[in-house]
């Protein structure tokens, strides 16, 4: 019978720890001050390679800047350093993609999604007609978020949901290492909620993307973040893995002592 023996060292060799991927974007003592205010304070946390970091904190605590700020819109204090590329040395990403909580433009524009596309992919004006390779991959696209077939339906007919994966959509285009995605289910209704949060588990898990997402649902953040930010006055007030941060006592050091949780059973929708 053959024995597996483990794996002998050569004399003199040191075994090397195996040590844990660099974080794809580490932010150390990282302020930011617009206005003549100090919005950021000596924020230190890692964005953790793909996974998903949820940034939770009151309405003004500093969460759209810190996101700004990680993709070099502000100037700052400290330190942003990114490991990007298949072995962490690239000092920036190539892509960012970017869910906003609104469409910038007036969704009643009589635009269709694929005109849409062809303004964000193909960076040409619209009547110089759509290029085939344009509408092929929105089409791609679009199944991917879940709304095949969807191309010629026009933009102010969508739903608050559909226009969320529509936008969502548009960010995987080219493709990103860093998704930024900030309150990118507010205003939507819980069912498309889920829906939505569902799809962005999904494309974390298939694509290992690294997203960074602002919410204000905890329940969401819960179910689908690995690592939690809690941010107050503009700076951290606890972060860790969501059973540990959701929890009264760490949410009441971001919103305030009178936080309450209330457990509920879960239901199927
Ligand atoms: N360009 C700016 N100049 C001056 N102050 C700013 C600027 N942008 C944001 N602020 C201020 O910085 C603070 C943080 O704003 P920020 O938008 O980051 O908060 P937020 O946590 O994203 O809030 P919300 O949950 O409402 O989206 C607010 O007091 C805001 O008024
Ligand atoms: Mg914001």
Known sequence: MTQVRPLEMNAGATALPMLPPPPLVAIRDLSVTLGGHIIL???TADIARGKITALIGLNGSG???????VVGEYQFRGEIKY???HDHSKPRPENVGYVPQRLAVDARLPLTIRDLFALALSRRPLFLGIPRWVSARADHLLERVGLPGMLDKPVDGLSGGQLQRVLLALALEPSPELLLLDEPA???DFKDQKKFYDLITKINEEMGLTMLLVSHDLNMVNAHSHHVLCLKD????CQGPPSEILTPMSLSLTFGADTQLFPHRAVSI
């Open 41 to 43: 304070r000596r924020v």
């Open 83 to 85: 490991h990007c590329g």
């Open 63 to 69: 969460k759209t800047t810190l996101l700004r700020a």
């Open 234 to 237: 503009g700076a951290i007030a």
């Open 186 to 188: 507010a205003g939507i």
